[in-house]
């Protein structure tokens, strides 16, 4: 799209002089212009030494007026004779001498500001962008100590046309924003005053190099006026008095909408070395998106109210205040919010005044400030203008603020993430020998957050599900907030103390924040420090490593990309920052140790507070302390080691053939066969291994194979290994068949010499190498010969969840193995059931406090009630008819809850059907809601799933829900024969409420279980009047690739199930 700059058809324009041209003029001078053009010229360069700034529009109903300039005095002397705490021991926060003055001058309030129009070359967006040059950043006048300029922060690009590259030029360095935010939100007019705000802003910069314009990031912001101040006075000291400061005059200022950029043209060129001071008067959305400045609509004391957040990651501070919006380009912010008196102001700082604003009709408004910041990435600034009451404590002298609505603090809905946040603040500090920077640490509660948790340095947003645990709450909600609430600790110093210069690195922050909400868990939680090794492997690494493909292009840490647009830096959000990052982080500590890997940063975040990273930094600081001592040797550096894990995709397979102890490393592919040649990946990778119950020490690999003698094992049958103890290493592990055989034999005669988490590891390997194809599928299935011994129920889950599978056997096709695997599991899980029962019987809450075991238990509680376990089933039947008995007992919490409405569900008639369709009425918990609607649809009874589709499509019964209860019911065998029944006879009123884009989704799912030529030609027949050509050719490949993948499951099938008929009795 173009850009245009100010149009005289819009605005009047000011000239130097104070002189306006109205629109009338500048009609007639148009005409003028077109016939004579001489007077083109002429008029053309009048114009350019015409100002920016026009007269203010006329102010619309609704919106807060000018203020009244005794009020402004009275403001000003309250601004004077408040008190105020500077920051001294913060580098580089003290405000400059250059300051925003909020109460000097009138301020209209909120206002529909006209949209700035986009200017500059006509032919910009034709021409195609090239990647920027490569540079060396030059010597700068640095503006305070601390302060980093990297290559990966501002580029240098041709001067001429800046506005075509992606990342902000280097020419000027934000230094200070003083940054005032108006929201017009009332308590009384909420839809007409929640969706717009005004701002005032002055941004102080330095000037690095010459230059006649000024880029900032901004996205659909309304300037009223944009004026650039300076340059500032030099030498002038803190108590003297403010000298008169010049002006550079604007030429033309206009928008780059591509790269959401204004661009600010000037009469003369900016001087380096010399401060200035960007101002601008201008108004945005407050939006519905959970996006920049967003609005919250709640019920709280049986009253409609409403909210107003923020949220700035990774590139939305844009849309609430012009800004230089990248990572490295830190600065401090002293935040005012003017807002209604009904409601409380929160920033990142503690407030260091409040006054009072009268609006031209009268009405009051409160002023609050806020202290001053220390330097700062514009994404983590925060506000919040809300309703609220909290509850407190102070740790180390801070204070410890939990916000949430009335209601819920008056319930102690918040109660046990106060107990948790200040310890685990000083478990930070403690660990990372840093102290927390601020004054104080609020986190706050939203009733609807789309992004869960954010940490904003001393303001955390959460939605409410991660924040406040009800009465009767679910029991794995304690463990959900303690591990959020840790994770957005740990940002408090992986993010915003030390932040990524690029987000190419956002790993630094994301990664290490993951591994840290398990690190601060277990230190206050024994139970997880009993299991945490089985927990890490089974919650953050076993499913990363079933899709983790050697051919995946997504890597923990990237090379530096120019990333245009908000949508390309949040791709660089997902799993493999987050939980590979841990991944990678855990692996790092084990093999330099504890000591080590916390001096490393230690001495990283002496070094780099305030300020900003890329990964080598960290690998330099680890290199630091190994080289400092002589206890851990490594095979190679630091950085050699970890960025052959960072920079590339995938892991490798770790095998030992123990015959002869050569060991050997593979990149890991979906089905063993990589798809090209190209891949010829290595690592350097850390062996932590036991040889017949002794830890050895540990090992490296660093070649595709090597031989190492000490792994090679005699026939005797006490000789065995096992490699990546612990889950230690971020790779799967196999062996010849002597090495399986030899551990299956071990865990029949002494299971117990292998500890549970290397169990669990050991199982969840050979059954996933067994479905790509590495191994047999019959190697894994020797290992759970043992399984009536095992009383571990992390074990158990792996087992269950590696063989009790939808796609494996639940689909009626598969019909042999049922029976089969039913009397091999169920014998043998015996004795785990019998623990576990009797205490969900008699002491459900004893289960409910142990936060390990809770997902464990629901995997195996579901997977053995399928199986048809008879005492399993009458649990549920017992627990359900309690609940039918005394429908106020179903609120208790019971960590089998879910599970237990759909086998009640299951085995009971319509009564039991219409019990759960009465809860759901009344339920108001969005997570209970869902759990609902999947448990009415466990029926076996087609008639009254029928009844359940019909009543979705034809009722308000469940609005908003409808495409939720045709996707839970397909999911089932008989459910997906009931579904397609009624899509063949309601096929035209489905398509009108549930759009044709869901039916193609539905189509997907019924087709699941299709094995054969006539399934395949039977759906497409099903379908051929619903789609056109285009839809029934993609619908007949995916079919088809459906047939195939089946086909060949149904071989592994069969070889389970011939595996079980030789051993069941084993």
């Not at 086998?903 to 918990?925: C, H, P, Q, T």
Request: net charge negative; glycine share 4%.
């Amino acid at each position: 799209m173009g850009v245009t700059g100010y149009s005289v058809d819009t605005m009047g324009v000011r000239s130097n002089s104070g002189f306006y041209l109205s629109r009338k003029l500048v009609t007639f001078l148009v005409i003028m212009i077109s016939a004579l053009l001489l007077i083109v010229a002429v008029l053309g360069s009048f114009y350019a030494r015409c100002g920016h700034t026009s007269p203010q529009p006329p102010e619309k109903p609704g919106t807060a007026p000018q203020v009244h300039q005794q009020q402004i005095q009275e403001e000003s002397h309250a601004a004077q004779t408040s008190a105020t705490r500077a920051p001294e021991t913060w580098p580089g926060t003290k405000p400059p001498i250059w300051s925003w003055n909020h109460l000097s001058q009138a301020t209209p309030g909120p206002l529909d500001h006209w949209k700035l129009p986009t200017s500059g070359p006509r032919d910009y967006i034709s021409r195609p962008t090239s990647e920027p040059q490569d540079h060396t950043t030059p010597a700068t006048l640095e503006p305070r100590d601390n302060l980093t300029l990297s290559t990966s922060g501002p580029q240098l690009y041709p001067t001429n046309e800046p506005w075509r590259y992606p990342r902000l030029p280097s020419d000027l360095v934000p230094l200070h924003y003083d940054l005032e935010l108006w929201p017009g939100l009332r308590p009384d007019r909420i839809e007409e005053t929640s969706t717009l705000f005004s701002g005032r802003l002055n941004i102080t910069v330095l000037c690095v190099s010459p230059t006649p314009r000024v880029l900032l990031h901004s996205l659909r912001l309304s300037y009223k006026s944009v004026e650039v101040l300076g340059p500032l006075p030099e030498g002038l000291q803190e108590d003297e008095e403010q000298r008169p400061v010049g002006q550079v005059a604007v030429n033309r200022v206009w928008e780059v909408q591509e790269m959401e950029y204004v661009v600010l043209e000037l009469m003369e060129t900016l001087q380096p070395g010399r401060h200035y001071v960007l101002q601008f008067n201008y108004s945005g959305l407050v939006n519905q998106e959970k996006d920049g400045l967003f609005v919250n609509l709640y019920s709280d004391q049986k009253e409609r109210r409403a909210l107003i957040s923020s949220q700035m990651e990774p590139t939305y501070a844009r849309t609430v205040f012009p800004s230089f919006d990248e990572p490295a380009m830190k600065a401090t912010f002293s935040i005012t919010l003017v807002h209604h008196p009904v409601y409380v102001a929160i920033s990142n700082m503690p407030v260091i005044g409040k006054s009072e604003r009268e609006d031209i009709d009268g009405s009051k408004w409160t002023v609050t400030r806020f202290e001053t910041t220390p330097l700062m990435s514009t994404y983590l600034t925060a506000f919040a203008v809300c309703d609220y009451n909290f509850v407190n404590g102070t740790e180390r002298g801070k204070e410890v603020r939990i916000w949430a609505q009335k209601d819920s603090i008056a319930n102690g809905h918040a109660d046990y993430a106060l107990t948790i946040a200040g310890p685990i603040f000083s478990l930070m500090e403690d660990l990372l020998n840093s102290s927390y920077p601020l004054p104080k640490m609020d986190l706050i509660g939203l009733p609807f957050f789309n992004n869960q948790a954010m940490e904003n340095w001393g303001l955390i947003v959460f939605d409410d599900y991660m924040l406040l645990e009800k009465k009767n709450d679910y029991p794995e909600r304690k463990f959900f907030i303690l591990s959020t609430v840790a994770h957005e600790i740990a940002h408090q110093w992986f993010g915003n103390l030390v932040t990524a210069k690029w987000w190419n690195d956002i790993w630094l922050n994301e990664g290490f924040a993951t591994y840290f909400e398990l690190e601060l868990s277990k230190r206050l939680d024994p139970q997880i420090m009993k299991f945490q090794d089985g927990y890490f492997y089974d919650n953050y690494m076993s499913q990363l490593l079933t899709e983790d493909t050697a051919l995946n292009s997504r890597t923990v840490s990237t090379e530096v990309k120019n990333y245009t647009h908000t949508s390309e830096i949040k791709a660089l959000f997902g799993k493999y920052v987050y939980l590979k990052g841990a991944c990678l982080v855990r692996m790092l500590s084990k093999f330099l140790g504890e000591n080590l890997f916390f001096s490393g940063l230690q001495s990283y975040f002496k070094t780099f507070a305030f300020s900003n990273t890329v990964q080598d930094d960290l690998w330099n600081h680890f290199q630091m302390v190994v080289d400092n001592q002589s206890d851990v040797l490594l095979p190679a550096s630091v950085k050699s080691i970890m960025d052959g894990w960072t920079y590339q995709s995938g892991y490798p397979i770790i095998t030992l053939d123990v015959s002869t102890g050569e060991i050997t490393q593979e990149p890991f592919y979906f089905d063993k066969t990589p798809k090209t040649s190209t891949y010829n990946k290595l690592w350097t990778v850390p062996i932590h291994w036991t040889k017949s119950g002794i830890v050895q020490p540990l090992t490296w690999i660093e070649n595709g194979s090597t031989v190492i003698p000490e792994m090679q094992l005699s026939d005797s049958e006490h000789d065995w290994v096992v490699l990546n103890l612990n889950a230690s290493g971020y790779y799967r592990v196999n062996y010849d068949q002597l090495g399986w055989k030899k551990l299956s034999l071990l865990l029949e005669k002494d299971p117990k010499a292998i500890t549970a988490a290397n169990r669990l590891k050991l199982l969840d390997d050979a059954f996933m190498l067994s479905r790509d194809n590495y191994i047999e599928i019959e190697t894994a299935l020797d290992l759970t010969k043992y399984l009536a011994k095992e009383d571990d129920i992390l074990v158990w889950s792996t087992v269950l969840k590696n063989l009790v599978i939808r796609g494996l056997i639940f689909d009626m096709d598969n019909y042999d193995i049922y029976p089969l695997l039913k009397n091999y599991l169920l014998k043998r899980f015996t004795l785990l059931w019998n623990i576990y029962s009797s205490r969900i019987r008699e002491n459900i809450s004893s289960l409910n406090s142990d936060k390990t075991i809770i997902l464990p238990i629901k995997t195996a509680f579901e997977r053995i009630c399928w199986l048809g376990l008879e005492d399993c089933l009458q649990l549920s039947r017992e627990i359900f008819k309690e609940w039918m008995n005394d429908s106020d007992s179903i609120k208790k919490p019971n960590l089998v809850k879910n599970e237990i409405m759909c086998f009640g569900v299951a085995m009971g008639s319509d009564r039991e059907w219409d019990f759960l369709l009465s809860i759901y009425k009344k339920s108001v918990n969005l997570e209970e809601r869902f759990a609902l609607l999947h448990a009415m649809s466990c029926s076996k009874e087609p008639w009254i799933l029928h009844r359940y589709l019909k009543y979705a499509l034809s009722t308000s019964l469940f609005d908003d829900d409808e495409k939720n209860v045709f996707h839970y019911v397909a999911l089932s065998d008989i459910g997906r024969l009931v579904v397609k029944d009624f899509l063949i006879k309601n096929w035209q009123a489905v398509k009108e409420s549930l759009g044709f884009e869901f039916f193609f989704t539905l189509m997907e799912i019924i087709g699941r279980g299709t094995s054969t030529d006539s399934q395949v030609q039977e759906l497409q027949q099903f379908s051929s009047n619903m789609l056109d050509d285009m839809e029934r050719t993609t619908l007949f490949n995916h079919l088809e690739t459906r047939k195939i993948e089946n086909l060949k499951k149904a071989k592994k099938i069969s070889r389970i199930a011939n595996w079980l008929k030789k051993n069941m009795n084993d």
